[in-house]
Nanobody, 126 residues
Framework: QVQLVESGGGLVQAGGSLRLSCVAS????????MGWFRQASGKEREFVAA????????YYTDSVKGRFTISRDNAKNTVYLQMSSLKPEDTAVYYC???????????????????WGQGTQVTVPS
């Protein structure tokens, strides 16, 4: 089992940047691929980005490509989401998630992630 704690959310003006962090505790961090999802008010939770256990492969939803970067530091049991050129439509609660590194399906498949953090709010006023 793994516990996930996100931090780094806040209010930022359009065009600005934020870096989210997610610290994992419990089982070996490299046993997990990691993902970031977000949920805007009144909407379904959606995939944002994911990274393989080694950090060698990354995946993004189209709307954040070129603006967001996911990375991980396995020595610190931490995954990051660097967000730049933020837009009002990026406003949401952002969740960190983990799934077993053995899972071969799409990284964007929400139900494949067995562990979730509590979320951190990101607000970009229009």
């Amino acid at each position: 089992q793994v516990q996930l704690v996100e931090s780094g959310g806040g209010l930022v003006q359009a065009g600005g940047s934020l870096r989210l962090s997610c610290v994992a505790s419990g089982r070996t961090f490299t046993s997990y691929a990691m993902g970031w999802f977000r949920q805007a008010s009144g909407k379904e939770r959606e995939f944002v980005a994911a990274i393989s256990w080694s950090g060698g492969n990354t995946y993004y939803t189209d709307s954040v490509k070129g603006r967001f970067t996911i990375s991980r530091d396995n020595a610190k049991n931490t995954v990051y989401l660097q967000m730049s050129s933020l837009k009002p439509e990026d406003t949401a609660v952002y969740y960190c998630a983990a799934r077993g590194s053995y899972y071969a399906g799409s990284y964007g498949y929400k139900d494949s992630y067995g562990y979730w953090g509590q979320g951190t709010q990101v607000t970009v006023p229009s």
